[in-house]
């Protein structure tokens, strides 16, 4: 039977299951603070999260007031391709020597009961994000020729056909080519507003003039660069953008990995600076970064481990102010080798403390991979254990309940900083958290009390 007939089901129970998690918002799922990130008390703050977006979705209605309050959502769920997605993680230890990548799996684009499964999955946090939305807010989803034409049909039904706004091609070079079809080369992108008031501004394009020649046209301003004469014209529905390609600063290795150039442009037009923006199928967290470079306030949620520690260290890198929040936090400290070492300074009550940090010891019961994957694992694990981390970061003033780090280290070019050093002037709590490569995280709590001044070594 045609898909056509199962559409109209699929949007009223949808709709149903949309209306039982409105009924029981406030027992809703939760989602908690684990680690604020040069957060400011008073600044509206950006959000990484770590969960299903559907729970997140009702935690941000709940907890954080967001109905109508979000500018724009932008949406790169899988695209029902039925599919696994590797990401790319390169360990480099002289150590170890030369090893190969491993490639864990990012995440599954698998429907067991099929494509009504995953259009129920889509219909319902559409319902859900328009409530987010506020009346001059958008939103974007990303897809392709999988399942394109029965999601605008859907969302025609949910945002209302007249809240359509533009179909956006985004046109790339890919490697693979069609032997018995055209070689599929673009992305399909749904624009709507959650009213007729939505925000947007025009963005420009050249348009280069016929034969590269001036025109001369009276009132026409025209320029020249190197391929000839052109004109600033309004920009058009289809986008040439190339792909984060192998040797660009912008590749994180994360399977299907947008360019920031894509993002950048769907955020300009559709908000204004300090806005609200979020994504909540984030992958390498690429949306996260664009508004981050556009001073938005950013909203960011994945449901996977890879996907979250890779956008945690991509945000970090970036000097970005947020709070991380975890649906099921980890509680584990105890794989942190920390050294810690307290010093008097002379005619002073402050202290010199230094937080070294020596060891990792990966649980690798909580990771699955292949065998050949798990036997590189096992070598950096026992010669460069460091190496299997992505960052870390260090909190003189633990307050017990939420880690709150003055420091934070990102790995960059496979280098990290092991040493962190603050003068203090009291002797309470430091917690240290790190996140490993797969986003297992290790909070440990140290007890500055509890180390005899000058030279103490903890280690566990
Ligand atoms: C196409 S990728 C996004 C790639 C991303 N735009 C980037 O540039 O890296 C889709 C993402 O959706 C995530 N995902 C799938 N189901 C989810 C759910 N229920 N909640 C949150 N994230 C989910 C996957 O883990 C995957 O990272």
Request: proline residues 4%.
């Amino acid at each position: 039977m045609s898909l056509i007939f199962s559409l109209p089901s699929i949007l009223e129970e949808s709709r149903r299951e949309y209306c039982k998690i409105k009924e029981s918002l406030e027992s809703g799922p939760k989602f908690f603070p684990v680690e604020k990130i040069y957060h400011r008390k008073s600044e509206e703050s950006s959000l990484l999260a770590r969960g299903d977006n559907l729970d997140f979705i009702q935690y941000l209605l709940r907890e954080k007031k967001m109905e109508g309050k979000l500018q724009l959502a932008y949406l790169d769920p899988p695209f029902y391709s039925k599919a696994s997605y590797d990401a790319v993680i390169r360990l480099k230890s002289e150590a170890v020597g030369d090893v190969p990548a491993i490639k864990p799996l990012a995440y599954e684009d698998l429907w067991k009961t099929g494509i009504e499964e995953y259009l129920r999955m889509l219909c319902v946090r559409f319902f859900l994000i328009r409530d987010l939305l506020s009346e001059e807010g958008c939103l974007w989803v990303h897809l392709d020729w999988h399942v394109v034409h029965y999601v605008k049909i859907l969302l025609d039904a949910i945002f209302g056909e007249k809240n359509f706004v533009n179909e956006v091609v985004w046109h790339y070079k890919s490697g693979g080519t069609g032997k018995r079809n055209f070689s599929r080369k673009h992305d399909t992108l749904l624009f709507y507003g959650k009213s007729r008031h939505y925000y947007f501004r025009p963005l420009k394009e050249k348009s280069y003039n016929r034969g590269y020649k001036p025109y001369r046209f009276k009132g026409v301003k025209e320029y020249k660069d190197e391929l000839g004469w052109y004109t600033m014209v309004n920009m058009k529905d289809v986008w040439q953008i190339d792909m984060v390609g192998r040797t660009s600063g912008e590749r994180t290795g994360y399977a299907t990995q947008k360019p920031e150039q894509l993002l950048e442009r769907i955020i300009e037009s559709c908000s204004r600076p300090g806005d609200c923006c979020a994504d909540f199928f984030c992958g390498s967290g690429s949306f996260a970064a664009a508004a981050e470079k556009l001073s938005r306030t950013w909203i960011a949620c994945d449901i996977g481990g890879i996907a979250a520690a890779c956008s945690l260290k991509r945000m970090s890198v970036k000097k970005s102010a947020f709070v991380l929040l975890e649906e099921c936090p980890d509680r584990q400290g105890d794989e942190l080798e920390i050294r810690l070492q307290v010093e008097p300074i002379d005619l002073t009550d402050k202290k010199l403390v230094t937080v070294t940090l020596d060891g990792y010891t990966m649980d690798m019961k909580r990771v699955s991979l292949k065998r050949e994957d798990r036997e590189i694992l096992k070598k950096f694990r026992k010669k460069d254990p460091l190496q299997l981390l992505e960052y870390w970061s260090v909190d003189f003033h633990y307050d017990g309940r939420v880690h709150n780090p003055q420091f934070s280290f990102p790995k960059e070019n496979h280098t990290m900083e092991k040493v962190c050093r603050q003068i203090v002037s009291d002797t309470g709590k430091i917690s240290v958290r790190a996140v490993d490569v797969f986003g297992n995280s290790s909070l440990k709590v140290l007890d500055m009390g509890e180390v005899p001044e000058c030279e103490r070594e903890m280690e566990e």
